[in-house]
């Protein structure tokens, strides 16, 4: 038993130095949300607490991001949600996609799929009233350029 509870030790020490990177590309501000469309600064803090850390070049890594296995979890969800919608390649987008997206945003967050329930005891505050919903929702409902 000693044995099996030291290779899993050691595989798991081994694991500290493989895995996918952290990594936070760099910001054109120029196709950035901000640059493209009206963003009310409630609705910006709302993004910013409780969608930047997936869905944007802005991850703020915490302390169990760097401890594998739990680090590719974390890394995983960073990278599906960027893919999915980055808030920081907005600009990226054609407009198509933007009300998409914006349709999707609001049906997300009515549904309680977003911001993921794995992430929200992790960050306090970052789970949405029904306040923060209703915002979320008309916003994505104005007319975008």
């Given at each position: 038993m000693r044995w099996l509870l030291l290779i899993g030790v050691g595989l798991l020490v081994i694991a500290q130095f493989f895995g996918p990177a952290k990594t936070n590309p760099v910001i054109d501000q120029s196709q950035a949300l901000e640059s493209h469309t009206q963003v009310d600064p409630k609705v910006a803090a709302i993004l910013d607490r409780s969608c930047k850390d997936c869905h944007s070049n802005k991850t703020e890594w915490p302390w169990y991001s760097h401890v594998a296995p739990v680090s590719w979890f974390v890394i995983d969800?960073?990278?599906?949600?960027?893919?999915?919608?980055?808030?920081?390649?907005?600009?990226?987008?054609?407009?198509?996609?933007?009300?998409?997206?914006?349709?999707?945003?609001?049906?997300?967050?009515?549904?309680?799929?977003?911001?993921?329930?794995?992430?929200?005891?992790?960050?306090?505050?970052?789970?949405?009233?029904?306040?923060?919903?209703?915002?979320?929702?008309?916003?994505?409902?104005?007319?975008?350029?």
């Open positions: 969800h960073v990278d599906e949600g960027r893919i999915h919608l980055n808030f920081s390649e907005w600009g990226t987008y054609d407009l198509e996609q933007r009300r998409d997206l914006l349709r999707d945003i609001c049906a997300e967050v009515k549904q309680g799929s977003m911001p993921l329930s794995s992430y929200t005891p992790l960050h306090p505050g970052s789970a949405l009233t029904r306040d923060d919903i209703m915002t979320i929702c008309e916003w994505t409902q104005k007319p975008q350029k």
